[in-house]
């Protein structure tokens, strides 16, 4: 399967601290997307960084790619209660001409 | 500030009833999909479309589910018959692409009972 697989699935960090989780994937890839979903909420785009970039930043998101390995890292720097949301990463198999969800990591940010 | 809009935000049936939701993509988008959200099985996408053109389904019950765009400012989901286990939250997600960034609606959250 292309899906991507976050890891670790759940995270519980305390305000300020940063918080990392990582999306594994199989096959390669166009891109690679991270997105956010808020409870009761449609899932928020937050950064998508191409086969050929290793890193990018967005505000307090930093997005690591290693297509050697296939993985991908986000950091979430400072991280603040407003944080506490799932957080998806999505990918596009070179070819596949849509994008597949990973199941998701749940971060809870304790003020 | 352009949005992805869906009605009903909240429904709730019985079983057997027909349930129809409905979405806006965001003005200009070319693709729009439709996802269902559980707890046990996560995303799912059900259908997806380019141009108005349903370019695959194969992610919904075909016998009771329906996605049709019948133009460019709507797409329809459409399930007949509802049944219990179709209880879920239904998103639609627009797009300049279809590997692109997705903008996803705040989503119909369904129940049959």
């Known amino acids: 399967s292309q899906q991507g697989e976050e890891d670790p699935q759940a995270l519980s960090i305390q305000e300020g601290e940063n918080a990392t989780m990582n999306c594994s994937y199989k096959?390669?890839?166009?891109?690679l997307q991270w997105y956010r979903q808020n409870s009761g909420r449609g899932l928020v785009h937050l950064i998508l960084?191409?086969?050929?970039?290793r890193e990018k930043h967005s505000g307090r998101l930093r997005v690591t790619l290693d297509t050697s390995k296939k993985s991908s890292s986000l950091l979430i720097t400072a991280s603040r209660a407003a944080d506490t949301a799932s957080y998806f990463c999505?990918?596009?198999?070179?070819?596949?001409?849509?994008?597949?969800f990973g199941k998701g990591n749940q971060v809870v940010v304790i003020p | 500030d352009a949005r992805v809009t869906q009605t009903p935000r909240h429904k709730v049936t019985e079983m057997g009833q027909e349930v129809t939701m409905r979405c806006q993509p965001i003005?200009?988008?070319?693709?729009v999909f439709w996802y269902r959200q559980t707890m046990m099985q996560g995303l799912e996408l059900l259908a997806y479309?380019?141009?108005?053109?349903?370019?695959?389904d194969s992610g919904m019950p075909k016998d009771r589910f329906s996605a049709e765009m019948p133009d460019a400012t709507l797409a329809t989901l459409k399930i007949q018959p509802s049944e219990p286990r179709d209880s879920a939250v239904y998103f639609c997600?627009?797009?300049?692409?279809?590997?692109?960034?997705?903008?996803f609606g705040p989503g119909t959250r369904l129940l049959v009972l």
């Open positions: 997600a627009s797009g300049p692409g279809l590997a692109e960034t997705q903008y």
């Open positions: 960084i191409r086969s050929n970039e």
């Open positions: 479309f380019r141009n108005r053109a349903p370019l695959d």
């Open positions: 003005l200009g988008h070319n693709t």
């Open positions: 999505a990918t596009d198999a070179s070819g596949n001409n849509r994008l597949a």
């Open positions: 096959t390669s890839i166009n891109n």
